[in-house]
């Protein structure tokens, strides 16, 4: 077999191969990929695909991204086999090819996500480890657990506050963040973000696009909040609805709540540059410290909205509102 390693920008006539590729074997639209792979993320992330043929069928892939501002953390997706080349460790070869790539490059924390038993076994004799309450595993360089990288880690998140809109520079350091255990149940109602505690998280880089979706959508908007060490330590959200009432939620990791204000505002301030003048939060209920914080931002209760679901239970929500 022969194989290829070939970075973003590809080849104009490789790109429909690919996603025509993995849209059969995942069963999913893979047309959002296409402006990646034609570089427009460039900038943003460094994006490496790795190819094996037999003569011209394509035999198996594996996709590395590394964000160019944070390259100690790296994504793996697009691992795929058809059924005529399985169980001929392709998957794990290609694999291998990446990781190679990742950790001479410097990278400390590889993250993947994967429902399917059989992959995750091949991922764990690679080195990769299932992390509590998701479908994510992360291959941690050093050997360290990757709880324990997560906490070494935002230990290190120190700083001032820097609130930007949201780019595909998030792309990758959006999952650890989002895969830390958190205290609060609903992170963020507009992008359906829960805590891992509380609900089976089984995206890793399908996380991107939740949020994505806010822009694409041409409703909504989203924003990083950096430290000055250089890690993303937040996500907020605005979203406006048909009544032009603006829809605001955020977190930050539990270390950085002197961040979560920050967001709060600048989703605000979005939503009151487009005309809102009332703006609305919907939260868990047992999520108290989360409502004493909008609370403190000047949002009142007004009621219940809609019911969270959280694994197999339904929670109930309080409706917060703001007035300008």
């Known amino acids: 077999m022969d194989f290829t390693r070939i970075s973003v920008p590809l080849p104009e006539a490789l ?29 943003d992330n460094e994006d490496i ?18 964000g160019k501002a944070e390259p100690r953390l790296g994504g793996l997706g697009e691992v795929a086999t058809p059924p005529t080349f399985r169980r001929q460790g392709i998957a794990a070869q290609l694999c291998e090819c990446a990781l190679n790539d990742f950790r001479e490059q410097g990278g400390e924390a590889f993250f993947l996500g994967t429902g399917n038993p059989a992959a995750a076994r091949i991922y764990y004799r690679l080195g990769w480890r299932k992390l509590a309450g998701a479908n994510v595993m992360a291959l941690i360089v050093s050997g360290k657990s990757p709880e324990a990288f997560l906490v070494d880690y935002f230990r290190e998140a120190a700083g001032q506050t820097t609130v930007i809109p949201g780019t595909a520079a998030h792309r990758v350091p959006m999952i650890p ?59 907020g959200t605005a979203r406006l609805d048909e009544s032009g009432v603006c829809h605001v939620d955020g977190f930050t990791h539990q270390s950085r709540l002197d961040a979560w204000g920050y967001l709060i505002q600048a989703a605000m ?56």
Not at 17 to 39: C, H, N, Q, R, V
Not at 275 to 286: D, I, N, R
Request: aromatic fraction near 12%; include cysteine; proline fraction near 3%.
């Open 49 to 66: 695909l790795y190819l094996m043929r037999e003569e011209e069928d394509l035999a198996g892939t594996s996709h590395l991204t590394v």
């Open 15 to 43: 790109i429909p191969e690919l996603t025509a590729f993995w849209e059969e074997i995942f069963e999913t639209s893979y047309e959002d990929f296409k402006p990646i792979f034609a570089g427009n993320e460039i900038e």
């Open 269 to 324: 301030d979005w939503g009151g540059d487009r005309g809102a003048t009332e703006w609305q939060a919907t939260l868990s209920v047992e999520d108290e410290d989360k409502r004493a914080l909008f609370e403190s931002l000047g949002f009142d209760a007004t009621g219940e909205g809609e019911a969270f679901t959280l694994g197999e239970r339904q929670v109930p929500s309080t409706l917060l509102k703001r007035l300008a």
């Open 177 to 235: 963040l989002i895969v830390c255990p958190h205290d609060w149940q609903v992170l963020d109602a507009n992008a359906g973000i829960f805590s891992t505690r509380y609900a089976l998280q089984s995206s890793c880089m399908g996380l991107y696009p939740k949020y994505d979706a806010l822009l694409q959508e041409q409703n909504g908007a989203w924003f990083g909040a950096g430290a000055d060490s250089g890690h993303l330590i937040g996500l």
